[in-house]
């Protein structure tokens, strides 16, 4: 049996104005998804892609307005009371309790599901263990690391079948993050189900399996190496001394299709058949950039996202 299965939901909150949606909806022919027991998967997308509104859907928080799922084999309509015993929910926002401390937090999530700290340990023991020595201190006087990790203890006191992680690591500094990822990959050595989402594109890489999601709709399902392997264009970079007026260069040249800021860069693809760097160069230095430097890139997650985007 699947950890988890859905087909077709909708959840639509309002048309502004402007028209646009906003919410949830699997359209064909990226309507349907399975999660495998055992999988870490990643659902991956900007601020208001859906995905926020997918995990509430899915942790029987809101109920759909079409489609239906299944997580562990139960319904989340009819069934919604077992799979809240069955799942675990680490919401994007801190929603522990402030004023209750590391201890009391946890005492009382476990309370809420009929165990204890005690009865389930061994299962959160290494990561509680990093926040044990302040187990006396108030949630609200931790910093954004410890919060998550003790978000991350109050969601597995009950030992779920099923983790959803709402953007663990946003707010989060480098090394914690990476820290959390460490946590991530180690549950999932003892068999734990996970499904993550996040903004950050290269936490793809660390999924199994990976579904990009913008404006409510699935781009693309897929192996993180076979997201990127399907980019099917010629990358390049280009910096310059004036990087914002490079950008605007860069987009009004006849040879390049899209263009984009890429950290300290801007990626951008070319019609092979027309293009040259050379070419390219010699344009930019008659607009006056100074110390240009154009090279061949490998895609990443983030440019297949562009691309699937703008298609």
């Known amino acids: 049996m699947d950890a ?59 109920l759909p ?20 015993r069955r799942v675990g929910y680490m919401p994007g926002r801190f929603s522990l309790y402030p004023d209750l401390t590391v201890e009391e937090n946890l005492n009382f999530y476990a309370s809420v599901f009929g165990t204890t700290v005690k009865d389930n340990y061994a299962l959160i023991e290494s990561i509680y263990s990093q926040i044990e020595p302040f187990k006396k201190r108030r949630a609200a006087k931790l910093s954004g690391g410890m919060k998550q990790k003790l978000a991350l203890c109050c969601a597995m006191v009950h030992r779920p079948l099923l983790l959803f992680l709402d953007e663990p690591t946003t707010g989060v500094d480098p090394v914690s993050r990476k820290e959390f990822w460490q946590i991530l990959h180690n549950l999932k050595t003892e068999g734990m189900t996970m499904i993550v989402s996040t ?35 010629a990358l390049w970079t280009a910096s310059s001394a004036e990087m914002f007026r490079l950008l605007k260069d860069l987009r009004c040249y006849p040879s390049i299709k899209r263009c984009y800021t890429f950290g300290a860069v801007h990626h951008f693809t070319v019609d092979e058949r027309s293009f040259s760097a050379e070419e390219l160069n010699l344009y930019l230095i008659k607009l006056s950039h100074k110390d240009i430097v154009i090279t061949t ?15």
């Open 4 to 62: 988890l299965q859905l087909y077709g939901l909708e959840k639509n909150y309002f048309r502004g104005k402007s028209g646009k949606f906003a919410g949830v909806r699997l359209v064909s022919p990226l309507n349907s998804l399975k999660v495998d027991r055992g999988e870490l998967f990643g659902i991956i997308g900007p601020d208001g892609a859906g995905k926020t509104t997918l995990f509430r859907i899915l942790t029987t928080l809101i």
């Open 65 to 84: 307005d079409a489609g239906e799922a299944k997580v562990d084999g139960l319904d989340i309509v009819s069934d919604y009371k077992e799979i809240r």
């Open 199 to 233: 903004p950050y594109m290269d936490e793809a890489t660390l999924c199994d399996r990976i579904a990009l999601m913008r404006d409510g709709r699935f781009l693309k399902i897929e192996t993180p190496h076979s997201v990127v392997a399907g980019f099917g264009e």
């Open 297 to 311: 890139a490998e895609a990443t997650v983030e440019d297949c996202y562009m691309q699937l985007a703008e298609e």
